[in-house]
């Protein structure tokens, strides 16, 4: 299977081409490669901007993806599309530019940037008979999907960091991954929010209609230790994706695989609807507090 890379500007673009192109790296996933890439980027963000030039150069010299101009020319020689840019105000541009094609779409994360472009995106998708997907990488860490199985689980503390960038404010940026661990394991009916700031992070309080409850310690400052502690009635659970042997990142592309050869995706896109709305909530209460 060819796969078609939009978007160059972010460590994702290294990380996806290299798993799929590269058969001797750690965690190879069969099956699938990216062949060609529109080398786009945003000049108002810094993020993407600046690292643009060094994962061009890796993605089309060392994995010999080929970068083409358009998108006509791209959905004529590949079977599927990552829409892969870092800045999630574009995502929707992109995707109705590929969706009457009707090839399946990943979305990397955040998939849009409101409620209302979200709608907008199902409805495209549906009107196109265009599968789409949009995950981030830790739902598919494999304690995490362990602790999903675990009916047993009560409530969790769930810590990471949640940088914060201003043309993708509050969680939708990098709050986001946290929030999806949250969803994978309890799920998204969140019956109340209470929000606290502090000034080394900000944690997020959420009771679900079920009675479960989590706490989310989101740190102002990056590093790449995500996890959780889990408690159920007997035991408690620790989960530390940082040390596990095999990154979420190979899971994730194994389940991007998957969906492009069968059209189903493991998340629904309702589910990534839902959350896009709990993203505009917390935003919401972060407003009427300050």
């Given at each position: 299977m060819k796969i078609g890379l939009i978007g160059l500007d972010t460590s994702h673009s290294e990380i996806f081409t290299r798993l799929l192109n590269d058969s001797q790296a750690s965690h190879y996933v069969a099956g699938a490669k990216i062949t060609h890439a529109i080398p786009t980027y945003s000049e108002d963000l810094p993020i993407s901007r600046e690292r643009f030039p060094n994962y061009y150069k890796i993605v089309t010299s060392k994995y010999g993806v080929i970068p083409v101009e358009d998108v006509e020319e791209l959905m004529t020689v590949v079977d599927a599309v990552i829409i892969g840019t870092v800045d999630g105000r574009n995502h929707l541009d992109w995707f109705k530019k590929v969706v009457?094609?009707?090839?399946?779409?990943?979305?990397?994360?955040?998939?849009?940037?409101?409620?209302?472009?979200m709608k907008e995106l199902i409805n495209l998708s549906k009107m196109h008979n265009t599968p789409v997907m949009s995950s981030s990488s830790l739902r598919f860490s494999e304690s995490v999907i362990a602790a999903a199985n675990n009916t047993e689980i009560q409530s969790g503390?769930?810590?990471?960091?949640?940088?914060?960038?201003?043309?993708?404010?509050?969680?939708?940026?990098?709050?986001?991954?946290?929030?999806?661990?949250?969803?994978?394991?309890?799920?998204?009916?969140?019956?109340?929010?209470?929000?606290?700031?502090?000034?080394?992070?900000?944690?997020?309080?959420?009771?679900?209609?079920?009675?479960?409850?989590?706490?989310?310690?989101?740190?102002?400052?990056?590093?790449?230790?995500?996890?959780?502690?889990?408690?159920?009635?007997?035991?408690?659970?620790?989960?530390?994706?940082?040390?596990e042997e095999k990154p979420y990142y190979a899971g994730l592309i194994e389940q991007i695989v998957h969906f492009f050869e069968t059209g189903v995706s493991p998340v629904p896109i309702e589910e990534t609807e839902q959350i896009i709305e709990l993203i505009e909530r917390i935003a919401s209460l972060c407003r009427e507090k300050f």
């Open positions: 009457s094609y009707s090839k399946p779409v990943f979305i990397d994360k955040p998939v849009v940037m409101s409620s209302d472009e503390y769930f810590f990471g960091p949640t940088p914060r960038q201003q043309q993708m404010p509050g969680y939708f940026w990098y709050g986001i991954h946290l929030l999806e661990m949250v969803v994978t394991i309890f799920g998204t009916k969140v019956k109340h929010i209470k929000i606290e700031t502090y000034p080394d992070c900000e944690q997020i309080h959420m009771t679900f209609t079920s009675g479960k409850h989590v706490i989310i310690r989101g740190e102002n400052d990056w590093h790449n230790r995500f996890g959780a502690i889990l408690h159920s009635k007997e035991s408690v659970h620790s989960l530390r994706l940082w040390e």
